[in-house]
């Protein structure tokens, strides 16, 4: 049998997963929708693998990241967890060896990632505020009646952009409606609004950092050409922009998994087992922690949250 290695990315917004070979190359590859149920997305997606996968291939090693990272490692029983940065900046030299600077945008959060000799030196990540994401986009173009997945070609139509206030997502979409009612062209605003993008997180996310090229930009925004041009007049460099941007951080958790040299091998085959996740809270200390509890077919297989050892639970064995 021939040994493989699956990472996946769990978001808010999306869940990305791939398995790659022992020369960290792709071999299969989903993206879907979470829609609040992380582990109803893993499984659909372990179920489209398990239909795709070539029977000679075993899943040596799981590895997860993302916001629901340990939920998901834990009913996968991963022998990695890590945290975004660390996976997307694996994930993008493999590819990109000499990247110096990361741009992702995601669904509702962003980040920028620096690089150094292959070694993360310093990133930031956006606050609770959505403006400059993917969804920030999506809810401005239902206003507009425009698919978001056109926003990118109608951007680059416009002859003269229009300026939206991007310090804020309330903000912007007054002013949207504002340029809507005085007669802007719908082609200026879609490109002001991906203009706008590009500044909020350059002057938020991107404020203070020393930008270098090669210049990466990962997530599901970086499929909005829109975006790519306006990343491209603001820094004046060229902005790269991998066919599987959208799966770095997976590829990264995989290629972390292989490296651990840990096996434990994972069936695909998990769509008749019932995970559970329950919330307690802790009254052994003043701390009164709201620990997680997952179960697998009803046995407690894993727990968090705790932050002192009394509030540690016993896992079943």
Known sequence: MTKCYLGIDIGSIS?????????????????????????????NICNTFKEKLPNDMVIDA??????ARKLIGAITNSVVIKNEITAHAIGTTSIYPNARTIF?????????????NGVVVDYAMNSLCAAGTGSFLKSQSQRLGIEVE???EI???????????????????????HKLQVGYKKEDIVAGLCKAVVTNYLNNIGKGKKILAPIIFQGGVSKNTGVI??????TGEEILVDKNSHLMGALGI??????????????????????ETREKECEKCSNRCEV????????????????????AVKIDE
């Open 104 to 116: 992702e945008i995601g669904g509702q959060d962003s980040k920028i990632i620096l690089l150094e």
């Open 254 to 275: 995989a290629i972390l998994a292989k490296k651990s040299g840990l096996s434990k091998p994972f069936a695909l085959d998990i769509n008749n087992i019932k995970f």
């Open 15 to 43: 869940t990305k997963a791939v398995i790659v070979d022992e020369n960290n190359q792709i071999i299969l590859s989903e993206y879907v929708w979470t829609e609040g149920d992380p582990i109803g997305a893993v499984k």
């Open 229 to 234: 041009d306006a990343f491209k007049k603001a």
């Open 292 to 311: 997680i509890l997952v179960y697998k077919d009803g046995k407690l297989i894993d727990s968090w949250g705790n932050r002192c050892d009394r509030g």
């Open 150 to 152: 056109k926003f990118g």
């Open 62 to 67: 799981v590895g997860t990241t993302g916001s």
């Open 155 to 177: 951007a680059l139509t416009s002859k003269n952009p229009a300026n939206i206030a991007a310090r804020c997502t309330v903000f912007a979409e007054s002013d949207l409606v």
